[in-house]
């Protein structure tokens, strides 16, 4: 057998190397914004210590909290929207026929884009003049409805919804149907004897067993709203009037638009205090409903 | 035939979902002013050289090379720390272990756009900004903890004994993990490869914020002067738009099921 010492320098040659990446490029970042939040910083020249007058300012801007509303937006949908379509898709995909294979590749599909692809795509659907949505509704004989969808602040919101929406069905389709076959088959046989079947063994039975794929789910709905930057980006950066802008769309645009790093720095600490704040939130919530 | 309603309702359904796929393909073969007038149709005749335009237009050649150096480089850097570490991880037991796998698990909660701005400061004060390592390294030490996540997991399940009569031939713990630990864990690796090739091609939040330069720009980065630049010239939106997108839906349609497994785990970092 080889030594000790041998084994303990063969542990932190392996480990150093992903270690110093890992906590030099993701962990540390989190400490710095913290830190610089605490300045009032153009990006060149002096920083000026301004103690937490940076924090205050964002939780007492109306835009910050718009753009809080519209990443709740972003969680209805992603709930209300995906988890319900995905478990339905589950339900009705279970056996796996190469027909069904072939359903369930195609609604994974556009999780393989670059969401600059789909955004340009979906910019050009919604065009008032060109896009594909109002030549549909012209065609349908519905032309009082066509709208310029992204320039509408009251429902631009809920108009990139829909691409997030199409966007991340995949997925949740894959752990719902991962865990449907989970089930024993006993299960079944027993719910059919008993005579639970359509909508009643769905609640009685399905929902139960696989309540704790449901609830990664929804906490991955409620985390995944804080990263929908780039389509919004490619899309409407955050207008009309920040009609669509969403907190890592409003740290963007503080930094790199109007160059307040410290300010940014801020924005950044705030969002990763929310989204650690929602995913422990939401699993405590989750917990509760299970006892 | 409640099988037979059920079954149209979901070819609809997926015909519906890869609609605007379609559409963008179809487009790229017309003319402007056939994109205009007829949106559902088929083009008259089929405009290939939008392809050789788009391609030339946005510098789609430098932005492709840019991707494959910038992709392939990190996803060597993370399959191979990322398995070290994990053997480590999984194999082995010393102070600090749990310590250091919580802190890696840690990293699938913390929103990488978060860091953007101290990540930016930092880059540009060690004269980064603007290289290929702004973009391979931060994509690397982002993906580590889904690789050490995914190979340790794997690894965790393999018998002792294995190692033991490697150790007892005279083999070393190098030795080991690059004859037992890497075949072994080939499957998870696989899986790791495919999330990262397709997070790091498709990525676009650091390249727009740690490259300018026109020679450094990726798929992604070039592809977005579409969004505003020549916007209004839609044959060559959608002709670019589809020859970036190519890569990506080859790759799915040859490896789907590990794409699908290994976005079911990634999904645990969304």
């Given at each position: 057998?080889?030594?000790w010492?041998h084994?303990?320098?063969f542990?932190?040659?392996?480990?150093?190397p992903?270690?110093l990446?890992y906590?030099l490029f993701?962990?540390?970042?989190i400490?710095?914004?913290?830190?610089y939040?605490?300045?009032?910083w153009?990006?060149?020249?002096?920083?000026?210590?301004i103690?937490?007058?940076?924090f205050?300012?964002?939780?007492?801007?109306?835009v910050?909290?718009?753009?809080?509303?519209n990443?709740m937006?972003v969680?209805?949908?992603s709930?209300?929207g995906?988890?319900?379509?995905?478990?339905?898709?589950?339900?009705?995909?279970?056996r796996g026929?190469?027909?069904?294979?072939?359903?369930?590749?195609?609604?994974f599909?556009?999780m393989?884009?670059s969401?600059v692809v789909i955004?340009?795509?979906w910019s050009?659907i919604?065009?008032?003049?060109?896009g594909?949505l109002?030549a549909?509704l012209t065609?349908?004989g519905?032309?009082?409805?066509?709208h310029?969808?992204?320039?509408?602040?009251?429902?631009a919101?809920w108009?990139?919804?829909?691409?997030l929406i199409?966007?991340y069905?995949?997925?949740?389709?894959?752990?719902f149907?991962?865990?449907?076959?989970?089930?024993?088959?006993?299960?079944?046989?027993?719910?059919?004897?008993?005579?639970?079947?359509?909508?009643?063994k769905?609640v009685?039975?399905?929902?139960?067993?696989?309540?704790?794929?449901?609830?990664?789910?929804i906490?991955?709905c409620?985390?995944?709203?804080l990263?929908?930057f780039?389509l919004?980006?490619?899309?409407t950066?955050?207008g009309?009037?920040h009609?669509?802008?969403l907190?890592?769309?409003?740290?963007?645009?503080?930094?790199f638009t109007?160059?307040?790093f410290?300010?940014?720095?801020a924005?950044?600490?705030l969002?990763?205090?929310?989204?650690?704040?929602?995913?422990?939130?939401s699993?405590?919530?989750?917990?509760?409903e299970?006892? | 035939?409640?099988q037979?309603?059920?079954?149209?309702?979901?070819g609809?359904?997926?015909?519906?979902?890869?609609y605007?796929?379609?559409?963008?393909?179809?487009?790229?073969?017309?003319?402007?002013?056939e994109?205009?007038?007829?949106?559902?149709?088929?083009?008259a005749?089929?405009?290939?050289?939008?392809?050789?335009?788009?391609?030339?237009?946005?510098?789609m050649g430098t932005?492709m090379v840019?991707s494959l150096i910038v992709?392939s480089?990190?996803?060597v850097?993370t399959?191979?720390?990322?398995?070290?570490?994990?053997?480590?991880?999984?194999r082995?037991?010393?102070?600090?272990r749990?310590?250091?796998?919580?802190?890696?698990?840690?990293g699938?909660?913390?929103?990488?756009h978060?860091?953007?701005?101290?990540l930016?400061?930092?880059?540009?004060k060690?004269?980064?900004l603007?290289?290929?390592?702004?973009?391979?390294?931060p994509y690397?030490a982002?993906?580590?903890p889904?690789?050490?996540?995914?190979?340790a997991?794997?690894?965790?399940n393999?018998?002792k004994?294995?190692?033991?009569?490697a150790?007892?031939?005279?083999?070393?713990?190098?030795g080991?993990?690059?004859r037992?630990?890497?075949?072994?864990?080939?499957?998870?690796?696989?899986t790791?490869?495919?999330?990262g090739?397709?997070?790091?091609?498709?990525?676009?939040?650091?390249?727009?914020?740690?490259?300018?330069?026109p020679?450094?720009?990726?798929?992604?980065?070039?592809l977005s002067?579409?969004?505003t630049?020549y916007a209004?010239d839609?044959?060559?939106?959608?002709?670019?738009?589809?020859?970036?997108?190519?890569?990506?839906?080859?790759?799915?349609?040859?490896?789907?099921?590990?794409?699908?497994?290994g976005?079911?785990?990634g999904a645990?970092?969304?």
């Amino acid at each position: 057998m080889r030594s000790w010492s041998h084994q303990r320098s063969f542990i932190a040659i392996s480990l150093t190397p992903a270690l110093l990446l890992y906590v030099l490029f993701v962990i540390v970042p989190i400490f710095w914004s913290a830190y610089y939040g605490f300045f009032d910083w153009k990006g060149l020249g002096e920083a000026r210590f301004i103690g937490l007058d940076n924090f205050v300012e964002a939780l007492t801007d109306p835009v910050f909290w718009l753009s809080f509303k519209n990443n709740m937006i972003v969680v209805a949908a992603s709930v209300f929207g995906q988890v319900p379509i995905a478990l339905l898709l589950a339900l009705l995909l279970k056996r796996g026929t190469w027909f069904q294979r072939f359903i369930r590749s195609a609604v994974f599909m556009p999780m393989v884009l670059s969401s600059v692809v789909i955004g340009i795509i979906w910019s050009n659907i919604y065009h008032p003049q060109t896009g594909l949505l109002n030549a549909l509704l012209t065609a349908v004989g519905l032309e009082e409805w066509k709208h310029a969808w992204l320039s509408d602040p009251s429902i631009a919101m809920w108009m990139i919804a829909i691409p997030l929406i199409w966007n991340y069905i995949g997925p949740y389709l894959i752990m719902f149907l991962a865990a449907l076959h989970s089930i024993p088959s006993e299960l079944d046989d027993a719910a059919q004897l008993d005579g639970a079947v359509g909508l009643r063994k769905l609640v009685q039975i399905t929902l139960p067993l696989i309540w704790d794929t449901l609830k990664v789910a929804i906490v991955l709905c409620i985390s995944g709203s804080l990263k929908a930057f780039d389509l919004i980006y490619v899309m409407t950066n955050g207008g009309p009037a920040h009609a669509t802008e969403l907190l890592a769309s409003y740290m963007y645009n503080s930094t790199f638009t109007v160059y307040r790093f410290g300010y940014g720095s801020a924005v950044s600490t705030l969002i990763v205090i929310i989204s650690l704040l929602m995913v422990a939130g939401s699993q405590r919530l989750m917990r509760k409903e299970t006892h | 035939m409640k099988q037979m309603l059920v079954s149209s309702s979901l070819g609809i359904y997926a015909l519906v979902t890869l609609y605007p796929l379609m559409w963008l393909f179809m487009s790229a073969l017309k003319t402007n002013a056939e994109f205009y007038a007829s949106p559902f149709g088929l083009p008259a005749t089929w405009q290939w050289s939008n392809f050789a335009r788009a391609w030339e237009v946005s510098g789609m050649g430098t932005a492709m090379v840019n991707s494959l150096i910038v992709t392939s480089t990190a996803l060597v850097l993370t399959l191979l720390l990322g398995a070290l570490a994990a053997y480590v991880l999984a194999r082995f037991s010393f102070r600090g272990r749990s310590i250091i796998h919580l802190l890696f698990v840690l990293g699938m909660l913390i929103p990488i756009h978060s860091t953007l701005v101290p990540l930016f400061i930092m880059m540009s004060k060690m004269g980064m900004l603007n290289t290929y390592a702004a973009l391979i390294l931060p994509y690397t030490a982002f993906e580590l903890p889904i690789a050490v996540f995914v190979v340790a997991a794997y690894l965790a399940n393999i018998p002792k004994e294995m190692e033991e009569a490697a150790l007892v031939d005279g083999s070393n713990y190098y030795g080991i993990f690059y004859r037992i630990m890497l075949p072994v864990a080939l499957p998870a690796l696989a899986t790791v490869a495919i999330l990262g090739f397709l997070r790091f091609w498709n990525d676009f939040a650091f390249a727009l914020v740690f490259i300018n330069s026109p020679a450094l720009k990726t798929l992604p980065l070039s592809l977005s002067v579409f969004a505003t630049g020549y916007a209004t010239d839609y044959k060559l939106t959608m002709a670019a738009l589809s020859l970036a997108a190519l890569p990506t839906i080859v790759i799915y349609i040859l490896f789907q099921e590990q794409v699908m497994k290994g976005m079911a785990a990634g999904a645990v970092k969304g």
